[in-house]
């Protein structure tokens, strides 16, 4: 990952479900208020103020003032970040076996 990027800290913000929850509906809306965002689930806006000041630290989140309103935002650059270093790498081996199989099928086929 780039550097600068605390990926203790970024797994530690993932691993929650309601941070992922909160993720997930500013992937669906962006620009949310703090209100607008935990509509409807069971929490406080303390609560969510400090699931989000997690998911900030954690560059996850971006947030705009506009006025007295904060707007938040999903960053998903980290977690592209996260899926280029551990799933990419898995994905690698992976491919690298499937090339491999088809050489040897290729092989015993002009034999």
């Not at 609560?47 to 996850?60: F, T």
């Not at 707007?71 to 081996?93: K, M, S, T």
Request: proline share 4%.
């Amino acid at each position: 990952m780039s550097r600068g990027v605390d990926e203790d800290l970024l797994f530690r913000a993932l691993a929650d479900p309601v941070r992922r929850q909160l993720l997930d509906r500013l992937r669906a809306a962006q620009g949310l208020t703090l209100a607008v965002l935990i509509d409807g689930l069971p929490m406080t806006r303390q609560g969510a103020s400090k699931h989000l000041a997690m998911l900030e630290a954690a560059n996850l989140v971006a947030v705009v003032r506009r006025g007295r309103e904060k707007l938040h935002y999903l960053n998903p650059v980290p977690i592209q970040q996260i899926a280029a270093r551990w799933i990419g790498a898995f994905e690698a081996d992976r491919v690298a076996g499937l090339v491999e199989f088809k050489r040897r099928i290729e092989e015993d086929g002009q034999a």
